[in-house]
């Protein structure tokens, strides 16, 4: 590269997980290397983009042609680094509008990210790796539902959650048949569908993944022993109450099998830029896919960081490689 790009680093977003959002960007933002990429950390949020620069000024992007005009200089941005959770940055509406300018980012395109963003069609695509998956009953906020019919099909526990959200928001794990209509109503005050789910008994495990044209990176494993119930948003985010182990104490024979799911599920759903892919492995050793993360948690808490420490790579290079690949 000969000179520094312009960097347009996207956080914030509009969803329930804007916060983690906002704590992943100011994490990720210090591993750019300054030699290479001048960067602008711009706010979106509520239909605007908001560049706030070191006087506290405020200045917005013009959607139009996504630049950025600071004291009557007009910057032009080379490329968009993706780092919202949730709406807008992981539904595919960002994608959508960077490739109508022709400006390229760090993630998936459009389409990736809207069969990435919603469960129940990841489901589907995931399915063409022969991945275990659990049973599922799909609600539209029209669609009428019995919970004994529920009961019969999936029995119980149940996990009762938002088709297109993120963080555990929304998320109920539902133990008897009166909770179901109360985790319903909840789930869909984050999403117009339900997902209701089989409950998957095991440990939970996650594994962070980046495929470029020249190279593959599948990290270490991640074991996930919550304190609570399930892996919920307190579990999450509260220091204490989640011990994540990386790598995971896990035989090597389901190591494999782990990585062999992640690297076909990232290819089935066209991933771009690092992901994670979470599983519930049984006690007979089948690993059952929960999710794909296509803008996973990157404070210094997260899951995938501690994965990249423990193969002994370096953000601000995987970082050049995203940009490098996807340019």
């Known amino acids: 590269m000969n000179k520094r790009l312009n960097i347009a680093f996207l956080a914030g977003g509009d969803s329930s997980e804007r916060e983690v959002a ?68 992981e539904d595919g509406k960002l994608q959508a509008l960077l490739q109508m300018q022709g400006i390229p980012f760090s993630t998936g395109d459009m389409a990736s990210s809207v069969i990435t963003f919603d469960k129940t069609t990841c489901k589907l695509a995931a399915s063409r790796t022969g991945v275990a998956l ?79 044209k020249e190279k593959e990176y599948l990290l270490p494993v991640t074991e996930v022993v919550s304190k609570n119930d399930y892996f919920d948003y307190e579990a999450k985010y509260t220091p204490g109450m989640a011990a994540e182990i990386t790598p995971a104490e896990l035989p090597d024979e389901i190591v494999e099998k782990l990585h062999h799911y992640t690297r076909a599920i990232y290819r089935a759903c066209r991933c771009r830029g690092l992901a994670r892919v979470d599983f519930i492995v049984t006690p007979e050793g089948v690993p059952y896919m929960i999710e794909i993360n ?34």
């Open 22 to 89: 906002l704590g992943s960007a100011a994490q990720t933002i210090k591993a750019f290397k300054e030699d290479k990429y001048s960067v602008y950390m711009i706010d979106v949020h509520c239909g605007k983009w908001t560049y706030k620069d070191n006087d506290g000024r405020e200045w917005y992007v013009d959607q139009n042609d996504c630049t950025l005009t600071i004291d009557g200089e007009k910057i032009t941005f080379d490329y968009a680094y993706i780092m919202i959770h949730g709406t807008p940055g």
């Open 134 to 212: 659990a049973k599922e009953i799909l609600l539209g906020k029209n669609d009428k539902w019995s919970a004994d019919e529920i009961v019969e099909q999936l029995g119980l526990p149940i996990f009762v959650k938002p088709n297109a959200s993120g963080s555990s928001c929304g998320v109920t794990k539902v133990s008897a048949k009166e909770e179901i209509a109360k985790a319903i109503r909840k789930a869909f005050t984050e999403s117009s569908e339900v997902l209701i789910e089989e409950m998957i008994s095991g440990r939970e495990v996650a594994c962070g993944v980046l495929i470029t």
């Open 294 to 327: 296509t803008v996973p948690g990157m404070s210094s808490g997260s899951i995938v960081p501690k994965q990249l420490r423990a193969a002994g790579l370096e953000l601000s290079d995987i970082i050049d490689e995203i940009i490098e690949d996807t340019l």
